[in-house]
């Protein structure tokens, strides 16, 4: 069976949407349903800041088609306050409220702070004591993490890196896992954040040949402008059918 191409965007809760993507008489409880007819993924965000309960995360996955998939940001609470260490018990946290859920929460996926520097031990030991049932998606912030010995580290786990475009750093097109995971958030130097065609293009290239490879593939655009992000979100379908 070939493997998906998915895509969509960071978070559906824009309110900026409505009227031009949500109907304007649509009310907001809606607006993942109404999403998920559009696109075939979206991030979790607000798992960031806070991880929601149980039953808010079952009901978004009630409101959805059983095709529709979710990637949830791990809080940074992990990432940011405790850096991968000491952490037990936060990740225990998150991966008990997401017990049973493996099927369509697809992906957890691991923001790490800008500038902090490669810390390859700390990244090996986080990574063994995960249990396999998610595919873990790990975003570096720093340059430094971009290495053959992190690689290798990832491939060992099948971890996935986190291929960006953003302005804090572009990463290598490197595949460590049996799922490709890429964030787009607009491009550095067009105002309007909206990627041009020739980019998306390319993008849907790179997804199609990951995929000839067996791999799922997921493309989240995001970034600090949300219409920018959906419209090129709407743009990218038609080069990945």
């Known amino acids: 069976m070939t493997p998906n ?4 965007t960071s978070n559906w809760q824009h309110p900026e949407w409505q009227g031009t993507f949500y109907p304007a008489d649509l009310r907001s409880h809606a607006w993942l349903n109404f999403y998920a007819n559009a ?37 940074r609470t992990i990432t940011h306050d405790k850096k991968l260490k000491n952490c037990e018990n936060q990740t225990n946290q998150l991966l008990t409220r997401l017990d049973g859920m493996e099927h369509r929460i697809k992906n957890v996926l691991f923001r790490l702070p800008t ?27 720093d340059a430094s993490w971009y290495t053959e010995s992190v ?3 990832l491939t060992e786990h099948n971890a996935t890196l986190c291929i960006q475009d953003s302005d804090v750093v572009s990463s290598p097109l490197v595949s460590t896992a049996d799922s490709v995971y890429v964030r787009l958030n607009g491009p550095k130097a067009r105002k309007t954040a909206s990627y041009h065609a020739q980019t998306l293009r390319g993008w849907g290239v ?17 970034g600090p402008m949300p219409s920018a992000a959906l419209k090129n979100a709407q743009r990218m379908r038609r080069y990945c059918e």
Not at 119 to 133: A, G, H, I, K, Q
Not at 206 to 222: E, H, M, N, P
């Open 5 to 8: 191409i998915n895509i969509g």
């Open 39 to 75: 696109f075939s993924h979206v991030e979790i965000s607000e798992s960031f800041y806070e991880l929601p309960e149980r039953a808010r995360l079952l009901h978004w996955l009630e409101a959805t088609p059983d095709s529709f998939v979710f990637t949830l940001i791990a809080p």
């Open 115 to 141: 500038h902090w520097h490669c810390n390859l031990r700390r990244l090996e030991v986080f990574l063994s004591r995960l249990p396999t049932n998610f595919r873990y998606v790990l975003e570096f912030g």
């Open 151 to 153: 690689y290798a580290v």
């Open 206 to 222: 790179k997804a199609r040949g990951w995929q000839r490879k067996s791999k799922q593939v997921f493309l989240s655009f995001g």
